[in-house]
């Protein structure tokens, strides 16, 4: 079994910055996707970002020009550096890793953006 946790999240006032990272038992640049999704009260979980084997990324709309997802192979963990957060970014967030049709997930880290 895989295991992923996720760490970094916190309260931060709206505007703010946070940086959540991943961490597994497997070797991440071993997954065929990587990625960062997250739930909000009352809401269902939504993909945030993905980075591919290849090291190609994803962004939601929502999200695009205020997150970077990134990885660091040798600390063989992955990174979302959120900016410019707003209170609609409130959410648990959650790492995934897929292969071969397999989702690991974490229990997720709490984000909550509030003045």
């Not at 809401?43 to 990324?57: H, Y």
């Not at 071969?100 to 880290?109: D, H, M, P």
């Amino acid at each position: 079994q895989v295991e992923v946790v996720e760490s970094g999240g916190g309260l931060v006032q709206p505007g703010g910055s946070l940086t959540l990272s991943c961490t597994s038992s497997g070797i991440l640049a071993s997954f065929s996707a990587t990625g960062w999704y997250r739930q909000g009260p009352g809401m269902q979980r939504e993909l945030v970002a993905d980075i591919r084997r290849d090291g190609t990324t994803n962004y939601a709309d929502s999200v695009k020009g205020r997150f970077t997802i990134s990885r660091d192979i040798d600390k063989n963990t992955m990174y979302l550096q959120l900016n410019n957060l707003k209170s609609e970014d409130t959410a648990v967030y959650y790492c995934n890793l897929q292969s071969f049709g397999e989702n690991y997930w974490g229990n997720g880290t709490l984000v909550t953006v509030s003045s």
